[in-house]
């Protein structure tokens, strides 16, 4: 089962490349229009280091669905980082939203204590309607060089659901050069599901050439949210993410990552 009951565990070989959770708000023009110094001075500590960036977005279609559809640019908009000394722990705000990632993710309850201050900050000095959409973001890499399962084919580690034609006893998987799984899925309580699944590489094997499988889920939820739903939204969030991992390994998979019961 893809959402089955599945106890928590800390893996001694954890594949997790990146967590991600950001959080939209309807557009607060103040953020763009002046460096947040206050909201800085509030995080400095945990967060010393600073840059900005002025990113362009996507061009916007206009007139969809007419004679004449054209691409229309969007003017830059400005990213606000803060990280950590180590440089593991990143800060993004901008106009639209705010967001925490980490390389070095520990668990769970350690993310949360570190998005407590920032976000409590945020909401203090620019007081946000609401919140649009509050997304969490798992990106694992299982690497089979790193578990010493180099001769073990994705069909023993990784479960059928996620493998799409490489969960066929003859499909040779060095034959498939691209085979993945991707899906969009509504899920109880207005949350959502963005997934992928198939074997990749790494910053497009620049740096390293193993072929690992990708794990990469989204879980959102949108509509009018108020900060003080946050913290259980972030909760069923993470709760879904649990149990989604643990049913995407196989049992052989779960004990070579070294499982350690929370």
């Avoid at 997790?16 to 206050?38: D, H, K, Y």
């Avoid at 060095?174 to 992928?196: F, N, T, Y």
Wanted: overall charge negative; charged content about 20%; proline content about 8%.
């Amino acid at each position: 089962m893809l959402f089955g009951h599945y106890d928590r565990y800390q893996y001694a070989k954890s594949p997790l490349v990146e967590v991600i959770c950001q959080l939209r708000f309807p557009t607060i023009l103040s953020i763009g229009s002046q460096e947040p110094a206050a909201f800085q001075e509030a995080i400095r500590r945990e967060f010393p280091r600073y840059a900005v960036r002025q990113e362009q977005p996507a061009p916007r279609v206009v007139g969809a669905g007419g004679p004449a559809p054209k691409l229309e640019a969007q003017p830059p908009v400005t990213n606000y980082n803060f990280v950590s000394a180590d440089g593991l722990w990143k800060l993004n705000l901008t106009k639209d939203f705010i967001a925490l990632s980490t390389l070095g993710y520990h668990c769970w309850e350690d993310f949360a204590q570190r998005l407590d201050k920032p976000l409590a900050s945020f909401i203090q000095l620019y007081q946000p309607a609401f919140f649009e959409r509050i997304g969490l973001r798992y990106v694992n890499a299982v690497s089979r060089k790193a578990l010493a399962l180099e001769d073990v084919p994705w069909v023993s580690l990784i479960q059928p659901a996620f493998l799409g034609v490489l969960a066929e006893l003859d499909v040779d998987e060095q034959a498939a050069s691209r085979s993945s799984v991707d899906a969009h899925l509504a899920l109880p309580e207005g949350q959502r599901l963005k997934l992928h699944a198939g074997p990749g590489l790494l910053g497009g094997g620049k740096k390293d050439p193993e072929i690992k499988f990708i794990l990469d889920w989204d879980f959102s939820v949108a509509g009018s949210l108020s900060a003080d739903r946050v913290p259980a939204v972030l909760e069923g969030l993470h709760g879904h993410a649990v149990r989604l991992f643990r049913g995407a390994v196989t049992s052989d998979l779960h004990t070579a990552m070294g499982p350690e019961p929370l």
